[in-house]
């Protein structure tokens, strides 16, 4: 048998306990692959000025004990709202529920834009030989093969040799 605590977190650190009214079961998935885990929660006779609901991305912590009176080491969940549906009672004015879908925390990452961050990657150049280049009115020639002593193109006073792969290159 598990024994449950759930907490509000505001401002990075837990603020308000709902553990009185958390009914169980708990239901967490989670999940090994590449989808987000997910997780319900029913808080059930909450008083009737909580009958707002959490609105989507409210941070809340739900921790597992093994012991009734919390003295050993919790499992933690920190998850997210993803929705939350109250519920009021006709017959009970001052009391309401909430069902509350939780979400893997992470899901709050996916909403961000980061700013200035820019990421090129060269297509196969990946050898790192830049091609030199000149302006319009110089001269360019073609050879199949470097002047001695050059393993790449190189510019020189008045001819340009540029080393060309495969056929259509000649030496001028």
């Given amino acids: 048998m598990y024994y449950w605590r759930v907490f509000l977190w505001q401002s990075g650190h837990k603020s308000t306990e709902y553990t009185a009214y958390l009914t169980a079961p708990i239901f967490i998935e989670d999940r090994l692959d590449e989808t987000l885990d997910t997780g319900e ?5 909450m ?33 997210v709202v993803d929705h939350d549906d109250v519920e009021e009672y006709e ?12 979400i893997e925390a992470s899901v709050i990452a996916q909403g961000m834009h980061v700013d200035n961050i820019a990421l090129t990657y060269e297509l196969q150049d990946v050898t790192l030989n830049y091609k030199t280049t000149q302006n319009n009115d110089e001269k360019v020639q073609a050879t199949t093969s470097p002047p001695q002593g050059y393993d790449s193109a190189i510019r020189q006073s008045d001819n340009f040799y540029y080393v060309l792969n495969g056929s259509g290159g000649g030496n001028m």
């Fill in 91 to 102: 017959g009970c004015a001052d009391i309401c529920t909430h069902r509350i879908s939780l």
């Fill in 41 to 45: 929660i029913v808080l059930k006779s």
């Fill in 47 to 79: 008083p009737i000025e909580t009958k707002t609901a959490f609105p989507p991305k409210t941070k809340i912590r739900l921790e597992r004990y093994l012991t009734e009176n919390y003295t050993d080491v919790p499992k933690t969940w920190d998850m």
